[in-house]
């Protein structure tokens, strides 16, 4: 019985974790914040969330990464740009849009 239950814990947390789709913006730094934007070339995208990777320039616990909620629709040929909290303490790494 133990074993039915966690394969049915893994199944589902599979399955919702299968259910966005990254889509890698370009991330720059703009009026002292880091921002994330995004160009869509295909389809009509239903973005949900952004996704920032960053690294303090000091300290301990330099990894950082943050999410955002987005929840907005973006058109083929529209592009789309989210700012986040990060200023010049910390270095961008990537960012990157999940899609439903």
């Not at 934007?37 to 690294?55: D, I, L, P, Q, R």
């Not at 616990?61 to 910390?90: C, H, L, M, W």
Request: proline share 1%; with cysteine; charged share 20%.
């Amino acid at each position: 019985m133990k074993t039915l239950i966690a394969m049915i814990a893994v199944l589902f947390a599979a399955g919702t974790a299968s259910a966005l789709e990254s889509h890698y913006g370009t991330i720059s730094y703009q009026g002292g914040k880091y921002n994330c934007s995004y160009t869509n070339n295909g389809g009509a995208k239903n973005f949900k969330w952004v996704y920032f990777a960053v690294e303090r320039r000091a300290g301990k616990d330099r990894d950082v990464s943050a999410q955002y909620k987005v929840d907005q629709v973006v058109q083929p040929g529209e592009t789309i740009t989210v700012a986040s909290d990060f200023g010049g303490n910390y270095a961008g790494w990537y960012c990157k849009f999940l899609a439903r």
